[in-house]
């Protein structure tokens, strides 16, 4: 049997083709490192630097390539955009959708500098609902952390109307895009968001190891760097602040991974964003029919496609999800997620705490029609044995 992998939403696997390629070849051929040296390699290395910026500066509607800070995952994204911005006193409105990469970061800087934060409850499909976002708001909130699709159960929050109540109350909007970043459409000037973290492993077709975090220009100059060190440049200087956004890229960047990432960009942008979410709903569609025909457990949420990205979650009850997923893995080779995955507080709104979280079945640009049709002769089988 061939692996059948379907874990898209900690990872996407296999890359697009010429990625893996596009690393081994810069590492292999030039190796420099970037904003380090003037000569040919290292020219080299700073033109993939700034083709990621425009890359991805294209794919949010930004509009400079210097709102774009590169860094080594979404979590440090989240990190610098919360703790480079955040002081004693502040109060924060977040969501029980919201990975650890928030809320750890947040009761971090509750117990060490002050700050306090408010989380609000999602429905039973993990959507958070604008206007009780809203109610939460205090005197001292200084911004709303939202993210932009659930990781356990694919639902879309609706961004733009939060944006909305961000500017009705002057406070700042932050969005994880870590889910859909690559597979729906993002504006960030149209959404009103000041602040957008992701990963570039997931939709974004980059490698492990890459991130970025955008902040509108007019905000750039309230981060605070949290790690200073090396930029090459102004390397006489001891004291900050160093710009927006070398400051916080103190340190080498990992260029080959920018390398195959620049690629992976390249390959996402050939098509329209649009198109690319058209296939991605229609693939959804037929894993919802599969998992829904089975008898392995219950879909949760998923009204709609159109309000969700490729991930799905089932309520396992006949079984721990733990071992259904170690089932489908030793058996028919197919690759999912079981447990709370890293966002425990939205399985209390979900109803699936007490069944150890969710089995999570996710979809990616790479994912094929044989993917799934391994998946229903699985479900299949499985179904009567249930």
């Not at 750890?104 to 306090?116: E, F, H, N, T, V």
């Amino acid at each position: 049997m061939r692996r059948v992998y379907l874990d898209h939403a900690a990872t996407s696997w296999p890359k697009p083709p010429g990625v893996v390629q596009a690393l081994v070849d810069y590492q292999e051929n030039y190796g420099a490192a970037a904003g380090r040296g003037s000569y040919a390699a290292a020219s080299r290395a700073n033109h993939i630097v700034s083709s990621v910026r425009r890359r991805l500066s294209q794919l949010i509607g930004g509009q400079s390539l210097n709102e774009i800070a590169l860094v080594h995952n979404g979590t440090a994204a989240l990190n610098l955009a919360l703790a480079g911005t955040l002081k004693p006193g502040d109060h924060v409105v977040t969501t029980a959708a919201e990975h650890n990469s928030v809320l750890r970061p947040l009761a971090s800087l509750q117990s060490r500098i002050g700050i306090s934060f408010t989380v609000v409850d999602s429905n039973e499909s993990g959507y958070i609902a604008p206007e009780a976002i809203e109610r939460a708001i205090k005197p001292s909130t200084r911004m709303i952390v939202v993210t932009h699709a659930s990781n356990v159960t694919g639902t879309i929050q609706s961004i733009e109307e939060i944006g909305v109540i961000a500017e009705r109350h002057s406070v700042w909007l932050v969005v994880d895009a870590a889910q859909t970043l690559g597979y729906v459409p993002i504006n960030v000037r149209r959404l009103g968001i000041d602040m957008l973290a992701a990963p570039g492993h997931k939709g974004a077709c980059g490698m492990l190891g890459t991130g970025f975090l955008y902040v509108r220009q007019e905000l750039a100059e309230e981060i605070q760097t949290p790690w200073p060190g090396g930029t090459g440049t102004e390397s006489e200087r001891l004291e900050g602040p160093f710009g927006w956004p070398e400051g916080v890229e103190a340190g080498n960047l990992n260029v080959p991974a920018l390398a195959a990432w620049d690629c992976g960009l390249d390959w996402l942008l050939s098509k329209p964003i649009d198109e690319r979410n058209a296939e991605s709903q229609r693939m959804l569609e037929r894993l919802l029919k599969i998992l829904r025909r089975s008898s392995l457990g219950s879909v949760i949420g998923h009204r709609s496609t159109d309000d969700s990205v490729p991930v799905v979650s089932l309520a396992v009850s006949k079984m721990a999800c733990s071992d259904l997923a170690a089932v489908l893995d030793s058996s028919f080779q197919i690759e999912v997620r079981s447990g709370m995955h890293c966002a425990a507080k939205i399985h209390d709104c979900l109803g699936t705490t007490a069944f150890g979280g969710t089995l999570r079945f996710s979809l990616g640009h790479t994912s094929t029609l044989e993917d799934l049709e391994a998946l229903e002769i699985a479900c299949t089988e499985l179904s009567s044995g249930i």
